[in-house]
């Protein structure tokens, strides 16, 4: 059997290891860009859509939040329709240093993708899409407590 779950590991764990090296000198560690760049670009997502789109669970998306809240990235606004809600936007701070974020995250793919043509470039993302999306279902059912079959 390939081992292309071990590639992809490996890939994510290299990048996340480079971007929280990189990114220590905005006070950023630990994954905490992630969510840093879906705020800036869902602005007003709530918590429980940015935990489900990163794929983590809501107790490790409350932590990074805080931090990012702590460190003046972002901030938290009543919903005006419900004031249990609470949605996430970027601050004057977490909009400087967005600019940064996404020149590394196109650096990075541009350097993962060197010496792939246009249409190899499509194909690798549908591929990585549809393994995402085999995966989800199982992560859906894992969150709620169910078993998987082997």
Do not use: C
Not at 4 to 21: K, Q, T, Y
């Amino acid at each position: 059997m390939d081992d292309v779950l071990r590639e992809i590991g490996m890939i994510a764990r290299a990048l996340d290891s480079i971007s929280n090296i990189e990114f220590k000198e905005h006070n950023l560690t630990k994954g905490q860009y992630l969510y840093l760049v879906r705020i800036y670009e869902y602005p007003g997502i709530i918590q429980e859509k940015l935990a489900e789109m990163i794929k983590v669970d809501r107790t490790t998306a409350a932590r990074s939040i805080k931090k990012l809240e702590t460190e003046g990235f972002i901030e938290k606004k009543d919903d005006h329709h419900n004031k249990k809600i609470k949605k996430l936007f970027p601050t004057e701070k977490g909009r400087e240093v967005y600019p940064f974020l996404r020149r590394e995250g196109d650096h990075s793919e541009k350097a993962a993708l060197t010496g792939f043509s246009e249409q190899e470039r499509e194909e690798v993302f549908q591929f990585v899409q549809r393994i995402r999306k085999n995966i989800e279902g199982d992560w859906e059912a894992v969150k709620k407590g169910k078993k998987r079959e082997y």
